[in-house]
């Protein structure tokens, strides 16, 4: 039948980096739509935990490496929506912003089938002329998709948080370890999102509901500066700490050391400390959602996505951080002790 309406059944989702901390929740809001889902990922063994969110069959996981164009082919064969969620902050070994960031989505564009729509996840910051090596890269491969695919759909989001985010969780990590917190960029603003928003925006997106060509901002309700961040931390998890602003050279040093001395120790590193002078770069400008995108109706609340509260998912993660955690038995008795 010419121009029947197919279901989401009957389409394939391809998502490169579905095993990832964003992947479970795109992969969660596919499934739950009714799409057919192939997680492309460099390990597969790690990613088996994603096929119970779905039904029996409907979630396949493959190995696919951006470094391999054979295998890029293989995972977007048939593929009706291509999803890529690929992204690193840090460098290490082989995994280098230039191939994965830079040139992965070009090559991912190549590859799939001319009927595929494309979503690709880029990040806020994304700028061809800074200092930092991951904004740049990350630029370069938006620029790198649009050249080859025209009609792609890119989400720029701000910091994500949501249980198992690197940004909340490791900074209660910290507050547990030390009694002093030295912050490389304290007074830079952000605007947190929840990564299930974000996720509901691409499953939009490969609904066919989103607009395409364009790029999206994705924020959250309010814009707070990274101390203020790190304070609400401490409140949630009820630990008195220290908080030293550090000046944008220091920070740069700080980020240079730490960045030494993960590689010197060969990975050995609490991956809490972990830090480099690209990411203390990073941390010099604004991440939030522009003006341009606010105008334009490219943000969550203009796709008809209300963005969630960090107050609302937070501290149900971050409770486990507290020196009694969950079980304190003077909390719960109402005992004011």
Known sequence: MIGAIRTPAQQQVTVFGGSGFLGRFVVQALAKRGYRIKVATRRPDLANYLQPLGTVGQITVVQANLRDAASVARAVANADHVVNLVGILQEGGRQRFDTLQAQGPRLIAQSAPAKANIVHISAIGADAQSESAYARSKAAGEAGLFEVRPDAIVVRPS??????????????ALARMLPVLPLAGADTRFQPVYAGDVAELIVRAVDGAVPAGKIYECGGPEVRTLQQLVQYVLEVTERKRFIVPLPSPVGRAQ????????????????????????QAILLEKDNVVSEGAIREGRTLEAQGVTPTTIEAIAPAYLIRFRKTGQFDLKRASGSKA
């Open 159 to 172: 910091l994500m948080f949501g249980p198992g985010d690197n940004f909340f969780n490791r900074f209660a």
């Open 255 to 278: 980020g240079t050391l730490m960045g030494f001395l993960d590689k010197i120790s060969l990975g050995l590193l609490p991956r809490e400390f972990a830090m480099t002078r690209d």
